[in-house]
């Protein structure tokens, strides 16, 4: 895991309270809320104690909409890198994510969610695409009265293209190093990266 030298400055709030509320954490994630002195502490005692699972779904909820919608697409593009085939409809369904973290637009917003439509909601690459969705905006169509998704669910389903992208057909060590990487991702971009990260 990379050293946290430098403050997070891509997150929806620094109380680390705040965003655990919108987090479904094991009690012992839960039990670390109180002493935690910032993000980066708080983070950095999950992975301490394992609780990796804790730390992807807090950083997961954590990080402002696109760079969150960001950290799930590099999972997906690393699950395929780890060897794993994405079928045409899920690597569509990624292109429509990665479009609109680069122009995030209602057209783009709207088009991510019906590419993922096309998926069967089994990849990392099509859970992306939902967070793009779920980003803001209506959950309804265009033409009748908007329904906002609810605060929490990008984090869900970020969370869960980073944990198919990490523990698909691996044994448990190598999927929590898996883990270790894609958080020195999402580190990277909380503090201002584009995640792009070397593997160790």
């Known amino acids: 895991m990379a050293e946290q030298t430098q403050p997070f400055v891509k997150l929806v709030s620094t109380a680390v309270s705040d965003i655990a509320a919108l987090c479904e954490l094991t009690e012992p994630a839960k039990e670390l809320?109180?002493?935690?002195?910032?993000?980066?502490?708080?983070?950095?005692?999950?992975?301490?104690?394992?609780?990796?699972?804790?730390a992807i779904r807090w950083l997961a909820q954590g990080l402002r909409p696109r760079e969150s919608v960001w950290w799930a697409c590099l999972a997906a593009r690393a699950f395929v890198e780890w060897g794993n085939k994405?079928?045409?409809?899920?690597?569509?369904?990624?292109?429509?994510?990665?479009?609109w973290v680069f122009k995030p637009e209602e057209e783009n917003r709207r088009a991510a969610m019906a590419k993922a439509q096309e998926t069967g909601y089994q990849s990392p690459a099509s859970w992306a695409a939902i967070a793009a969705f779920w980003s803001g905006g209506s959950m309804a169509p265009p033409d009748v009265p908007a329904v906002p998704p609810p605060q929490h669910l990008i984090g869900r389903a970020v969370w869960g293209a980073i944990m198919i992208a990490s523990t698909s057909a691996v044994p448990p060590d190598q999927a929590e190093q898996r883990q270790r990487r894609l958080l020195s991702q999402g580190y990277d971009i909380a503090r201002g990266g584009n995640g792009r990260i070397a593997a160790a």
Do not use: F, I, N
């Open 33 to 54: 809320v109180p002493r935690a002195q910032s993000p980066e502490a708080y983070l950095d005692s999950l992975t301490k104690a394992g609780l990796m699972s804790d």
């Open 86 to 99: 994405l079928p045409e409809p899920d690597l569509a369904a990624l292109t429509a994510a990665e479009t």
